[in-house]
């Protein structure tokens, strides 16, 4: 197994602690002390979860000092708080994190040591905290992780659900879900806050009265009313003395709620209520699936929303006597349209609870929104179906309506006439069944508006958001995702972060553009055998992890091939089982074939509802075991599928990878951030222009970059001009053979109905191109295949993928954002 150690950093030894060995001891002591007075537990009984607990602790305490500074910064109306508004945070295992950015991980192994523990195998035993689908929610924990180490005060607001992602299993080849049951065990890195409550109204009516002023003023009368607890996780910055806060909110019921009920003896009907108000907060969404109808989606959403946005006012009180000046306090982020009822939210606070007139709330409200849209993809672009959102959130429609009409009356005094562009920019869908358009609210709440790589942006602007663009093009930015190099080098890479360390220092790990060092030691000899001496150390841990959850057994000296993400059809999985399957059929046409031995690794899960994104892990999994079992293959070609890709699993599948797949129909990735995990631990990409593929290439270099495929531009002509599979079924003998095998039976035992669904689409509409990027991706293949066969040339190429990773940290990302969005700025040093 992996030993996770520290760099060998200059900051620990200079801390004068640590050159005491007293930072051993302190956390000796203070580990025993958890186990005895928080564990309750003597040495004798202690459980491998207790020392993880008491570690843990031990850790937590460490954060306390930094943190409650920045907790007492909320207070100073002199800083701007950044709220990054967040249905997801997919944070990764704390312990492992928390150790590197205090700069005490070795400290803690030998504390651990002296107790005859063994601090790799407590980390093993946290269960990472799920809450979160994918790329989108890994961002926002990256974006923590940098918000702490730029030392700007920041918030997360999301959502605490009592179980995350569910957990992969597979069975007979199929994905089968678990509950995610993540707090079972207890959660050492949150403190509940149960004075920190807020109430949130559902569904009712509203009222108009006259105030005592002899205004027309609106009072929601809900029908039921739940309340949301503050549950705060510290996130520490990478030794810069500053720890932000993750807030997330737990539902429950209001205890004064129903007494009535209660009162007249209707027991059951207030447990209903109370089991209403706790099923908020109860289960991440997977994604993927058609949001249209989920009444609970939307509650959730609204849920959490409302409780940050109340817990911001309370703050910006503390710090000012009137809410003129909110938008100087708070920079509310967007993360996509999740929290977008965020910008009604903050109307209704600020119009009917604080009696501002409109106007001046509208101002606030846009001065203090800015929205990051993560997809174009249009099934995955949120709208609710008119009577859904009217019965839980009335008076938020009134007040869209509201603002809708104010826009759209805006919009036809300059663009008089034109009555369709009103209907297109509308926030109300009125073709056919009506619709909120959670994109449109989000566009017209906020004074910024950005997609997440350079395509997108443009892509955003020329499509889902092009009417937006058009009449406002000044609110348009582009800010390009990026990773922490924290947990995604220091912490997981443990090897190449010590071997780059020691030739140019350890400055790269917050100024990762320091990694060009590196250039000059590309074609140095005994520094190349040390790249691939630690990328050989990679390969063997993961594949020793590979052979323990699979059975499989796979060659650390192949050529790791690895497609790691979500399933999804866009993403290509089966343009890939097409490239596998070619191979094994030229060895079968030829067992002496000259095959460049090769390990595919594939990792995702798919929504439990995308029949076909199942359906091509069924395939993978079929077609492995053919493969796999073949003595004509004779071990050259391995296929695996690594079940439950996670955070955790992560940290071990992007260091020892050779290639990393990004090879999705160029057009549908918003920005990818795998591809950049990836590079920066020195895989070599092999990819189509797409998301922030084309930015990683130009950084690299072409010449260190295997590209493919149509581009965007070519993939919108060939839609437009009628595209027809069959054309490229019919031109291409090594595709046709493979999707003959798959539709014969060859990988279902005979059977020819399995992957009928997958055949039949792929021949008569393949929605995302394989067919006709399939020729371009196997010619690039080959090219890769004889460029490994090339060590010393695959080495160069791989340093200078790490050397030239800089642009792809989250740091550069969060100071874009600070200047260009947020006008927020780093806390002095103290
Ligand atoms: C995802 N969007 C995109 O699909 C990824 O390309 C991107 O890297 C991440 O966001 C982060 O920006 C979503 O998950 C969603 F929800 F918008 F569909």
Known sequence: QKSVAAV????????????????????????????????????????????????????????????????????????????????????????????????????????????????????????????????????????????????????????RYEFGIFDQEIRDGWQAEKTDKWLRLGNPWEICRPEIT????????????????????????????????????PVAGYRSGVTDLLRLWKSEAVESFDFQAFNVGDYYRAVEAKIFSETISKVLYPNDEPEIGKALRLGQQYFFVS???????????????SLDTFAASFAVQLNDTHPSIAVAELMRLLVDEHQFEWDAAWQITRATLAYTNHTLLPEALEKWPLPLFASILPRHLEIIYEINRRFLDEVRLVHQGDDQLAARLSIIDENGERYVRMAH??????????????????????????????IHPELFRNVTNGVTPRRWMVLSNPGLTRLI???????????????????????????????????????????????????????????????????????RQHLKVL?????????????QADVTPRTFIFGGKAAPGYFMAKLIIKLVNSMGEVVNSDPDVADRLKVVFFPDFNVTNGQMVYPAADLSEQIST??????????????????????????????????????????????????????????DPRKWYGEKTELREAIDQIAGGLFSHGDRGLFQPLVEHLLNRDDYLLLADYQAYIDCQDRVSAAFRDRKRWTEMSILNVARMGKFSSDRAIREYCSDIWQASPLPQD
Request: net charge negative; glycine share 10%.
């Open 501 to 571: 360390t020691e030739r140019i220092g350890d400055g790269w790990v917050t100024n990762p553009d320091e990694l060009r060092g590196l250039e000059p030691f590309v074609a140095d000899q005994t520094f190349q055998s040390a790249w691939q001496k630690v990328k050989r150390e990679n390969k063997s841990v993961l594949a020793g992890v590979i052979k323990a959850r699979t059975g499989i057994v796979v060659d650390p000296a192949s050529l790791f091939d690895v497609l790691v993400k979500r399933i999804h059809e866009y993403k």
């Open 666 to 723: 160029a057009g549908k990735e918003a920005s990818g951030t795998g591809n950049m995990k990836f590079s920066l631990n020195g895989a070599l990409t092999i990819g189509t222009l797409d998301g922030a593929n084309v930015e990683i290439r130009e950084e690299v270099g072409a010449e260190n970059f295997f590209l493919f495929g149509l581009t965007a531009a070519e993939v919108s002509d060939l839609k437009s001009g009628g595209y």
């Open 198 to 233: 807020y109430e949130v109204k559902v569904g009712g009516h509203t009222e108009r009265f006259t105030d005592e002023k002899g205004c027309v003023r609106v009072r929601w009368v809900p029908n039921k009313v739940v309340k949301g607890v503050a549950y705060d996780t």
């Open 441 to 470: 609210l989000a566009s017209v709440g906020s004074h910024a508006i950005n997609g997440v790589a350079a395509l997108h942006t443009e892509l955003l602007k020329q499509t889902v958001l092009k009417d937006f663009y058009e």
């Open 579 to 591: 490239h596998i399957i070619t191979l094994y059929n030229r060895i079968k046409h030829d067992p």
């Open 307 to 321: 409780c940050s946005l109340q817990d911001m006012v309370r703050i910006h009180l503390l710090r000012e006597n």
């Open 8 to 159: 060998p950093s200059p900051a620990d030894e200079g801390r004068e602690e640590f050159r005491r060995g007293s930072a051993v001891d302190a956390l000796t002591r203070a580990i025993l002390d958890h186990l005895y007075f928080t564990q309750a537990r003597p040495l004798t009984l202690a459980t491998r979860n207790d020392w993880y607990m008491a570690l843990a602790y031990a850790v937590r305490d460490r954060m306390l000092d930094d943190w409650l500074k920045s907790l007492s910064h909320l207070r100073n109306r002199e800083l701007k708080i950044v709220s990054y508004l967040s249905a997801e945070f997919l944070m990764g295992p704390h312990l492992g994190n928390n150790l590197v950015n205090l700069g005490i991980m070795e400290p803690a192994r030998e504390a651990l040591a002296a107790l005859g523990q063994d601090l790799d195998e407590l980390l093993r035993q946290e269960e990472e905290p799920g809450l979160g689908n994918g790329g989108l929610g890994r961002l926002a924990a990256c974006y923590l992780d940098s918000l702490a180490t730029l030392r700007v005060p920041a918030i997360g607001y999301g959502i």
